[in-house]
């Protein structure tokens, strides 16, 4: 099986890898350049756990292939954080919330949910619970994500 | 496997006509990317359209229809203000497919060749009377979507051909559509039974209408039965009596775990009679929008 060379940014980083056509995006980012924020929980695009951003659009890593990211820009946990360490306030939000228990879905929630502020700076909760529909989480019964969401979003708001 | 990212829809054609193994076209890849991961289908040449520019272009054409490129996502549809206003049918039969992620990257025309008869997209599309460009060997054809599924899992294209682009009419004066499914939860769910209606007024009475039912047998369904039902009417009670009473009659669904034929077609009645409804009051208020200008 003959590899391609890929060459992508990530997080604003110029990389390339040597990808097998049918590794996911996902596999490419924890195998190939050691990106292991996000997460393999179905491999197949139901559980969210792998949210990336691909040139601003939120998708499952898991539904793309590796190959597929030539050129493109991907955006994954990994960047949320200033690079000083810097928290983002989403991050902080779910630290403060205790939005998150074994933490496997949290980097897919964050990613997912940085997307829908950028988006909508101030979702209803109904447009929350819809927007993260695919981003599951088998611990907190959500309520505590919404409510960090929510808080994140009043945050950034009055930042803005 | 091998992995191709052709520059044509002509090229991406001869790729797939000279194969002589398991091929599939890749463009939002939510169906092809999960049959790969299951095992269920392991393509030899995997074919990824979304080099081909113009693919992922949403066009209004002079005449007032739309062009939707094979590439286009759903997340995309809902983000073009002048699509919704037209075919909101359309955009929010595709809008219910999958989470915030899968619409990031799920087409129409993926979900039409993926042959699923619950596919939310489709109904919206036949009842707009869309049509496809598709691509083969033997050149260009245009085909009305309504004449593409021929089975679960199964499409009318021939070896070697692709959908280019998706076409939608001029929505024109006093039309409107609507589509509804029903799913036993409130979302992340497969159809049970959805119907599309698109339908044009005069004053108050329908004068054109295409009823689509989804999910109550082997491909969508274009009743014909429900359009004369309500074609005359001002949709009164009696038309949608008539209307549910031709979905049902036309419904025939097989029981399974998402639920049983008897429900199915008890079903179908009930979401035409809604989805009617909701399609007459958008033809309506296009009309006063129209009046108001």
Redesign the interface.
């Given at each position: 099986?003959s590899k391609?060379h890929v060459t992508t940014t990530v997080n604003g980083d110029a990389v390339d890898f040597l990808a097998d056509?049918?590794e996911?995006l996902l596999d490419c980012l924890r195998d190939h350049l050691g990106l292991t924020g996000s997460k393999e929980g179905c491999?197949?695009?139901?559980c969210?756990a792998c949210?990336v951003r691909?040139d601003g659009?939120?998708?499952?890593s898991?539904?793309?292939?590796g190959?597929?990211a030539?050129g493109r820009s991907i955006e994954t946990i990994e960047g949320m954080a200033s690079p000083d360490g810097t928290l983002h306030p989403l991050q902080r939000k779910f630290i403060e919330h205790a939005a998150l228990q074994c933490g496997f879905c949290t980097p897919g929630i964050l990613v997912?949910a940085k997307?829908?502020l950028e988006e909508n700076p101030d979702p209803s909760e109904s447009e929350i619970r819809?927007?993260?529909?695919?981003?599951l989480c088998r611990c907190t019964g959500y309520d505590k994500i919404i409510r960090a969401v929510q808080d994140a979003a009043a945050e950034l708001r009055g930042a803005a | 496997?091998?992995?191709h990212?052709p520059l044509t829809f002509e090229a991406a054609s001869r790729v797939a006509a000279g194969a002589s193994g398991v091929t599939r076209f890749?463009a939002?890849?939510?169906d092809v990317?999960?049959q790969?991961?299951?095992g269920s289908v392991t393509p030899d040449d995997?074919i990824?359209l979304?080099r081909i520019p113009g693919v992922g272009s949403i066009t209004r054409e002079g005449d007032g229809g739309w062009t939707i490129g094979a590439a286009v996502?759903g997340?995309a549809l809902g983000a073009t203000p002048g699509l919704v206003s037209d075919w909101p049918g359309v955009v929010e039969g595709m809008g219910l497919v999958?989470?915030?992620?899968?619409q990031?990257?799920a087409t129409l025309a993926g979900n039409l060749c993926n042959g699923s008869p619950a596919a939310d997209g489709v109904p919206g599309l036949v009842a707009a009377g869309a049509t496809a460009t598709v691509v083969g060997p033997e050149g260009r054809r245009r085909m009305a979507i309504a004449d593409i599924p021929a089975g679960p899992g199964r499409t009318a294209l021939q070896p070697g051909e692709v959908i280019a682009a998706i076409h939608l009419p001029a929505r024109g004066a006093q039309g409107g559509d609507a589509y509804e499914r029903f799913i036993p939860r409130t979302?992340?769910d497969i159809a049970v039974v959805g119907c599309a209606v698109n339908l044009r007024l005069d004053g108050d009475t329908i004068v054109e209408a295409r009823v689509a039912l989804g999910a109550v047998a082997p491909t969508v369904l274009l009743v014909e039965a429900c359009a004369q039902a309500i074609v005359g009417t001002r949709l009164d009670e009696a038309a949608l009596d008539a209307l549910a009473a031709a979905a049902r009659a036309a419904a025939k669904p097989i029981s399974d775990k998402r639920g049983t034929a008897e429900f199915r077609t008890h079903v179908a009645g009930v979401l035409a009679r809604r989805v009617a409804v909701t399609a007459y009051n958008r033809a309506k208020g296009n009309r006063a929008k129209g009046a108001a200008q």
């Open positions: 099986m391609i056509p049918r996911t491999g197949t695009g139901d969210g949210s691909l659009v939120l998708v499952s898991c539904l793309v292939l190959v597929e030539e997912a997307a829908l819809y927007w993260l529909a695919g981003n | 496997m091998r992995y990212s890749l939002g890849g939510t990317l999960v790969l991961r299951a995997l990824d979304k996502s997340a999958g989470s915030t992620q899968v990031g990257r979302e992340m």
